[in-house]
Antibody, heavy 118, light 110 residues
């Protein structure tokens, strides 16, 4: 079955960077996209961006332009998301999710809590 | 501030039918399908309804979706205590080339 396993919780200082990984299994990795979504404490879901695991093509929400890098490695079937210049507003649970395009996000990782605090 | 608008809370008693609304615009709900996710406490969201009204295998038929125009609704009939969760609506937005979400509706089973 499809499984997305994310890396563990992180605590970072303001101004630092964080990298979250998402190991995919149970399906052909390059046939799908990986989307990154985050959820601040007590808030709704926020789309960050997506990456094609086949072409590497990406698109991201404008608010993350210049701070977000998404990559995939088909040899390890792993997607990664790096967010730079962290502030306290970036404290959230970060999720990776699978889609086959603009359709639904049909499988989700368990989430990675990123805490930004001085 | 979420792009799609949902009520922050909803409630019902066991056995009742509840509905949750989700409104958007012509660039998202008006031009594409709506998806609903269920998020149980402390867990990741789970796909509940896709393409407006389709249920993945394993989702009970007590859950149903509809999409009249630029708004959508999720209905839960025969409410059960295990339905207590946050429900998120989502849609593809053509202008963003990405997803937009509602703020989530916390359903309480009284």
């Amino acid at each position: 079955q499809v499984h997305l396993m994310q890396s563990g919780a992180e605590v970072k200082k303001p101004g630092a960077s964080v990298k979250v990984s998402c190991k995919a299994s149970g399906y052909t990795f390059t046939n799908y996209y990986i989307t990154w979504v985050r959820q601040a404490p007590g808030q709704g879901l926020e789309w960050m961006g997506w990456i094609s695991a086949y072409t590497g093509h990406t698109n991201q929400a404008q608010k993350f332009q210049g701070r977000l890098t998404m990559t995939t490695d088909s040899s390890t079937t792993t997607a990664s998301m790096e967010l730079r210049s962290l502030t306290s507003d970036d404290t959230a649970v970060y999720y990776c999710a699978r889609s086959d395009g603009s359709s639904d996000l049909d499988s989700w990782g368990q989430g990675t809590l990123v805490t930004v605090s001085s | 501030q979420s792009v799609l608008t949902q009520p922050p809370s909803a409630s019902g008693t066991p056995g009742q039918r509840v509905t949750i609304s989700c409104s958007g615009s012509s660039s998202n709900i008006g031009s594409d399908t709506v998806t609903w996710y269920q998020q149980l406490p402390g867990t990741a969201p789970k796909l509940l309804i896709y393409r407006n009204d389709q249920r993945p295998s394993g989702v009970p038929d007590r859950f149903s979706g509809s999409k009249p125009g630029t708004s959508a609704s999720l209905a839960i009939s025969g409410l059960q205590s295990e339905d207590e969760a946050v429900y998120h609506c989502a849609a593809w937005d053509d202008s963003l080339n990405g997803w937009v979400f509602g703020g989530g509706t916390k359903l309480t089973v009284l």
